[in-house]
């Protein structure tokens, strides 16, 4: 069975919940719920409200692997931390930046002043450079979990594979349009 935990009001954040199952706890955002309702034509922007799922822990690998799921899940603030009671009694704390990222932003479009625009415009695009398509999740599996050298490399190389395309690359392509924009900036000084 599934368990949702909704995010709670307080957060100021997308609606969305905490879903964990046997196999672990994913954070699951639905902004597309906040484009419905705000949507002034009958034909609203579905693409600003793309939802976005967050593998956070995987406690099953393998599907030969015993089950060692997620016993609760909760949410707490600030920072956007994940609190889960994991079934070995242990609570794991999970930051969730995501979440912060979206409260920072609802912040953000507050302000009103010329400056504070083009500068929440380059955040925005600074931070869609960085927005990650998928995620790595914590492998917390049980402690009788025995994995062959052969799945345990598998695993390595996935994880190795997903961080590399998702994190460093990325912040390589933002470093770059950073580099860009402080040329531009100093061309637009000299001028």
């Known amino acids: 069975p599934v ?6 009001t307080m957060l100021q954040c997308q609606p969305g919940y905490l879903a964990s199952h046997p ?11 906040t484009v419905l309702k705000h949507a002034d034509t009958d034909t609203p922007d579905l693409e600003a409200g793309a939802s976005v799922v967050e593998h956070l822990i995987c406690t099953r690998p393998t599907s030969s692997a015993p089950p060692a799921p997620v016993l609760g899940a909760c949410l707490a603030w600030p920072p956007c931390t994940v609190l889960c009671l994991m079934s070995s009694n242990t609570v794991t704390c999970l930051q969730l930046p995501s979440l912060a990222q979206q409260s920072a932003d609802s912040i953000l479009e507050c302000q009103s002043s010329d ?3 083009t500068r929440h415009q380059a955040d925005t695009q600074l931070m ?14 049980s402690a009788s979990t025995d994995l062959s050298p052969a799945v345990t ?3 390595l190389s996935s994880a190795t594979h997903t961080l590399s395309r998702e994190y460093i ?13 402080g040329q531009e900036l100093a061309r637009t000084r000299q001028e």
């Open 169 to 181: 690359a990325r912040l390589q392509v933002a470093r770059q349009e950073l580099i860009r924009r």
């Open 115 to 117: 400056d504070s625009v």
């Open 128 to 141: 869609s450079l960085l927005t990650r398509k998928c995620t790595q999740p914590l492998i917390m599996s």
């Open 153 to 155: 490399l598998e695993l």
């Open 23 to 33: 196999a672990g706890l994913h954070n699951i955002h639905l902004p597309m719920v």
């Open 3 to 8: 368990q949702l935990v909704p995010h709670h």
